[in-house]
C-alpha cells in the first residue's frame, strides 16, 4: 500500500513538475519578442519574348550569377530581320515618295509665281502699247482726212504702224490670258501635289510604324537580364521552338530577400512598415541578418499549417512581410528562418 502512495506521489510530482515548466515556457513565450518563423524569398523575373522562335544560344548556365544587361538567351529571328529589312526598305520608298511628292508641289508652286508674273508683264506691255495704238490710229485718220497731196507713203506707213501696235495689243492679251490659264492650272497642280503628298507622308508613317515595330520584334532576338541575379532555371533547350510570351529563363534577384511570418491578432499592433526586424537563418545560427518590416496585412486569415507560432493553429493571424538586404547572397530561396521584432525598434 505504502509503495502504490509513493508511485502515485512521485507521478504528481512529475506531473506538477512538467505543468510548472510548462507554464513557464508558455509566460516566456508570452514574454517574448514578437515573430514567428518564415520562409526566404528572392525577386523572381521570368524572361520571355513576344515573338514565336527557336532557341539558338544558350551562353549562361543554370546557377550562374549575371549581371544586368548580360546576354542570357538568343533566339532565331531569321524571319524577324528578314521582315525588318523589308520594313526598312518600304520606309526608304515611302520617304522617297514623299520627297518627290514635296518638290513637285514646289515646281508647281513656281510655274504658278512664273505664270502670275508673265501675266503682269503681258498685261503691263499691253497697257503700254494701247495709248501707241490709239495715237497711231488718231494720226492715220488725221492722214486720211488730209488733201491728196500728202504722201501716200506716209499715210501706208501710218496704218501700217497702227495695225502693228493693234496686233501687239492683241498679242499681249493674249499672252496675259495665256498666263492666266496657266496659273489656273499651276494651282490645280499644286492642288494635287499638295494631296499627293499628304498621301505620301501618311504612308512614310505607316511604314515608319512598321519598321519600328519590326525593329522591336528584331530586338526580342536577344534576351538579356534586367538587374543583377542568379540565372535559377532554364526551361528551354537550344533548338526548342518558344511560343511567343512564354519563359525562356527565370532569374532571382538575391541582393534583397523578403520572408513573411504570421502574427497573431493580440500581437499585430507590435508591427508597423519600417520597424526593425532580426532574421535568423537555420543555415547560419549565430548570424543574424538585419530586416525591416516591409508590410502588415490589414486583412486576417487562418494560420497556415506549415507555420509554427507560439499560439494555438485555429487563430486568425495577419502575414507580416520583412526585407532582408542580403549583399553577400547568403539568404537563399527556401531557407526556414525566424524572425523577431526587437522591442522599442
Given at each position: 500500500?505504502?509503495?502504490?502512495?509513493?508511485?502515485?506521489?512521485?507521478?504528481?510530482?512529475?506531473?506538477?513538475?512538467?505543468?510548472?515548466?510548462?507554464?513557464?515556457?508558455?509566460?516566456?513565450?508570452?514574454?517574448?519578442?514578437?515573430?514567428?518563423?518564415?520562409?526566404?524569398?528572392?525577386?523572381?523575373?521570368?524572361?520571355?519574348?513576344?515573338?514565336?522562335?527557336?532557341?539558338?544560344?544558350?551562353?549562361?548556365?543554370?546557377?550562374?550569377?549575371?549581371?544586368?544587361?548580360?546576354?542570357?538567351?538568343?533566339?532565331?529571328?531569321?524571319?524577324?530581320?528578314?521582315?525588318?529589312?523589308?520594313?526598312?526598305?518600304?520606309?526608304?520608298?515611302?520617304?522617297?515618295?514623299?520627297?518627290?511628292?514635296?518638290?513637285?508641289?514646289?515646281?508647281?508652286?513656281?510655274?504658278?509665281?512664273?505664270?502670275?508674273?508673265?501675266?503682269?508683264?503681258?498685261?503691263?506691255?499691253?497697257?503700254?502699247?494701247?495709248?501707241?495704238?490709239?495715237?497711231?490710229?488718231?494720226?492715220?485718220?488725221?492722214?486720211?482726212?488730209?488733201?491728196?497731196?500728202?504722201?501716200?507713203?506716209?499715210?501706208?506707213?501710218?496704218?501700217?504702224?497702227?495695225?502693228?501696235?493693234?496686233?501687239?495689243?492683241?498679242?499681249?492679251?493674249?499672252?496675259?490670258?495665256?498666263?492666266?490659264?496657266?496659273?489656273?492650272?499651276?494651282?490645280?497642280?499644286?492642288?494635287?501635289?499638295?494631296?499627293?503628298?499628304?498621301?505620301?507622308?501618311?504612308?512614310?508613317?505607316?511604314?515608319?510604324?512598321?519598321?519600328?515595330?519590326?525593329?522591336?520584334?528584331?530586338?526580342?532576338?536577344?534576351?538579356?537580364?534586367?538587374?543583377?541575379?542568379?540565372?535559377?532555371?532554364?526551361?528551354?533547350?537550344?533548338?526548342?521552338?518558344?511560343?511567343?510570351?512564354?519563359?525562356?529563363?527565370?532569374?532571382?534577384?538575391?541582393?534583397?530577400?523578403?520572408?513573411?511570418?504570421?502574427?497573431?491578432?493580440?500581437?499585430?499592433?507590435?508591427?508597423?512598415?519600417?520597424?526593425?526586424?532580426?532574421?535568423?537563418?537555420?543555415?547560419?545560427?549565430?548570424?543574424?541578418?538585419?530586416?525591416?518590416?516591409?508590410?502588415?496585412?490589414?486583412?486576417?486569415?487562418?494560420?497556415?499549417?506549415?507555420?509554427?507560432?507560439?499560439?494555438?493553429?485555429?487563430?486568425?493571424?495577419?502575414?507580416?512581410?520583412?526585407?532582408?538586404?542580403?549583399?553577400?547572397?547568403?539568404?537563399?530561396p527556401g531557407m526556414p528562418v525566424q524572425v523577431t521584432l526587437p522591442r522599442g525598434g
Amino acid at each position: 500500500m505504502r509503495r502504490i502512495a509513493v508511485v502515485v506521489a512521485a507521478v504528481v510530482v512529475v506531473l506538477v513538475a512538467l505543468l510548472v515548466v510548462r507554464l513557464r515556457i508558455q509566460s516566456a513565450e508570452l514574454h517574448a519578442p514578437p515573430g514567428g518563423s518564415g520562409e526566404i524569398e528572392g525577386t523572381n523575373v521570368d524572361l520571355s519574348a513576344r515573338i514565336t522562335a527557336r532557341v539558338a544560344e544558350l551562353p549562361v548556365k543554370k546557377g550562374s550569377s549575371v549581371k544586368a544587361g548580360a546576354v542570357v538567351v538568343r533566339l532565331d529571328c531569321s524571319d524577324q530581320l528578314a521582315a525588318l529589312s523589308e520594313a526598312e526598305a518600304r520606309l526608304a520608298a515611302a520617304r522617297a515618295q514623299a520627297a518627290a511628292a514635296v518638290a513637285s508641289v514646289e515646281a508647281a508652286r513656281r510655274t504658278q509665281e512664273a505664270a502670275l508674273a508673265s501675266r503682269s508683264a503681258a498685261r503691263a506691255q499691253a497697257d503700254a502699247l494701247v495709248p501707241q495704238r490709239d495715237a497711231a490710229l488718231r494720226q492715220a485718220k488725221r492722214f486720211e482726212a488730209l488733201p491728196e497731196d500728202v504722201s501716200v507713203s506716209n499715210r501706208d506707213q501710218t496704218r501700217a504702224s497702227a495695225e502693228a501696235l493693234a496686233r501687239q495689243v492683241e498679242a499681249a492679251d493674249a499672252q496675259a490670258k495665256a498666263s492666266v490659264e496657266q496659273a489656273h492650272a499651276a494651282e490645280v497642280a499644286i492642288a494635287a501635289s499638295r494631296a499627293q503628298a499628304a498621301a505620301a507622308e501618311a504612308n512614310v508613317k505607316a511604314a515608319d510604324d512598321a519598321a519600328r515595330r519590326s525593329r522591336l520584334l528584331a530586338e526580342e532576338c536577344v534576351l538579356v537580364a534586367p538587374r543583377d541575379a542568379m540565372l535559377d532555371d532554364l526551361p528551354r533547350e537550344v533548338g526548342e521552338l518558344v511560343p511567343a510570351g512564354a519563359p525562356v529563363a527565370k532569374l532571382v534577384d538575391l541582393a534583397e530577400v523578403k520572408a513573411t511570418f504570421y502574427l497573431p491578432n493580440a500581437e499585430v499592433a507590435a508591427a508597423r512598415p519600417g520597424q526593425r526586424a532580426v532574421v535568423v537563418a537555420d543555415a547560419y545560427p549565430g548570424r543574424k541578418f538585419e530586416g525591416v518590416v516591409a508590410t502588415v496585412s490589414v486583412k486576417a486569415e487562418f494560420t497556415p499549417r506549415n507555420i509554427q507560432t507560439r499560439t494555438d493553429r485555429d487563430r486568425l493571424v495577419y502575414p507580416v512581410e520583412v526585407r532582408v538586404k542580403n549583399p553577400d547572397g547568403a539568404l537563399r530561396p527556401g531557407m526556414p528562418v525566424q524572425v523577431t521584432l526587437p522591442r522599442g525598434g
